[in-house]
């Protein structure tokens, strides 16, 4: 199969006629079943079709008939490019009937630039769509960063845009789950962004350049192939929330996040009366499973039913130790990353990490010589952690619910601590 740039310079080298290769691409574009390969003759047969009522036609039938944006996107083109008046009524068929991000992309930029009052009008009503088709009406030039946006992501319905009322501005970015390798640099058009999402993509560097969003509250990230964050954050006059899901018990924590840790999330922590070494350890469990710790008096007892929030908290003495730490799992609140800075809350008691998905647990655990309660029950666990049996003021332990520790070591295990 002959590829469309390949057809285009055999007919400069006048290798084959242009009504030879129009003829050919006709037959490829019907006989095709990829549709990539499909939109991309289209694509090249609407750059050398005769102007005439057979090939406006066999446009209109793509446009209309057709499914698939791409297709509909590469018809539509050809049609402005080629027959732009008479295709109008076409084209608003096509936006009320097969309306996709892609589409309506091509007609924006296709009739941008033409001079005639008609196609102008119809962009015109266009834009309107775009601008005001949501709850809140959103600024035009950030509209078109938007429809780029949906063609980068193969836009599948779901919305990911919050808007400020009054202004129209996009304050609200959620790219959850897009199979993304890097930060789409269309979005630095959102300057008024205040939050960020981009959770379960696989985005190794995160560019200095998202320090320009001077109104940045919150930025959300993957961290399963994380490799880089700007320092820049860490002097963002409003970045406040910075959170790192999936990070892989083999990778250490980003130092920019440490940092960040302890410089910014620790806050709300000492000012809740925790010495600020054990604030920036509570700053780093934050980060990594982007749940704020509430603070309880010793004597209280949380009722788990008033919300999911109530899962995390903590106790400190009169001396601002934290002694009491809890991160129960749940339906939609369980983590799987415990850093090796939990050894820093070093006069802990009670650690309860039941609930959760957890596979591995840093060794850094037994240097915690206060630790009277332990409760691993239903993670993931694949053996009996090691570091127990350096616990000297351990108590009580639960590690029922951990599948994959055989019922025999388990028992073996009671047995031995209970004598």
């Not at 402005?80 to 091509?106: C, D, E, Q």
């Not at 320009?212 to 994380?226: A, C, H, I, P, Q």
């Not at 655990?365 to 694949?382: D, F, M, P, T």
């Not at 055989?406 to 009671?414: G, I, N, S, T, V």
Request: hydrophobic letters at 40%.
């Amino acid at each position: 199969m002959i590829a469309p740039k390949e057809l285009l310079a055999k007919i400069q080298r006048k290798e084959i006629s242009r009504e030879e290769a129009v003829s050919l691409l006709v037959s490829l574009i019907e006989n095709c079943d990829n549709i990539l390969e499909r939109a991309e003759f289209l694509d090249t047969l609407g750059s050398i079709t005769p102007k005439n009522d057979r090939f406006f036609k066999f446009f209109e039938n793509y446009l209309i008939s057709e499914l698939h944006p791409r297709i509909n996107s590469a018809a539509c083109k050809a049609l402005i490019h080629n027959f732009p008046i008479k295709s109008i009524s076409a084209l608003k068929w096509a936006v009320k009937h097969r309306y996709s991000s892609r589409l309506i992309k091509t007609i924006l930029d296709e009739i941008e630039f033409i001079e005639n009052e008609k196609l102008k009008e119809f962009r015109s009503k266009v834009v309107d769509r775009v601008v005001g088709g949501r709850k809140h009406k959103i600024n035009y030039e950030e509209a078109k960063a938007h429809l780029d946006l949906h063609v980068i992501v193969d836009y599948d319905g779901r919305s990911f845009i919050s808007t400020e009322p009054k202004s129209g501005h996009v304050i609200g970015l959620d790219l959850t789950n897009r199979k993304l390798t890097e930060v789409p640099e269309i979005i630095q058009t959102f300057k008024n962004l205040r939050h960020l999402y981009l959770f379960f993509n696989k985005i190794a560097v995160i560019p200095s350049w998202v320090c320009e969003f001077k109104d940045l509250e919150s930025l959300r990230l993957d961290g399963r192939v994380l490799t880089s964050l700007p320092e820049c954050i860490l002097t963002h006059e409003k970045l406040e929330t910075l959170g790192i899901t999936c990070l892989p018990n083999t990778k250490p924590v980003p130092e920019v996040a440490l940092k960040f840790a302890r410089m910014k999330t620790a806050k709300k922590y000492i000012r809740q009366g925790v010495l600020p070494s054990e604030a920036y350890v509570l700053g780093v469990l934050e980060i990594l499973n982007m749940y704020t710790f509430k603070k309880y008096n010793y004597t209280e007892h949380p009722n788990f039913e008033t919300g999911v929030v109530e899962r995390f908290y903590f106790t400190v003495d009169n001396d601002g130790h934290v002694i009491q730490l809890y991160m129960i799992g749940g339906e939609t609140t369980w983590f799987e990353y415990v850093p090796e800075q939990i050894s820093e809350i070093t006069y802990l008691q009670e650690l309860d990490l039941s609930g959760n998905l957890i596979k591995v647990l840093p060794d850094s655990i037994g240097q915690l010589k206060n630790l009277k309660e332990l409760n691993l029950w239903n993670n993931q666990l694949q053996e009996i952690p090691k570091f127990i049996y350096k616990l000297p003021a351990l108590k009580e332990i639960e590690l029922g619910g951990n599948d994959d520790i055989p019922d025999k070591e388990l028992r073996d295990f009671y047995s031995t601590i209970k004598s």
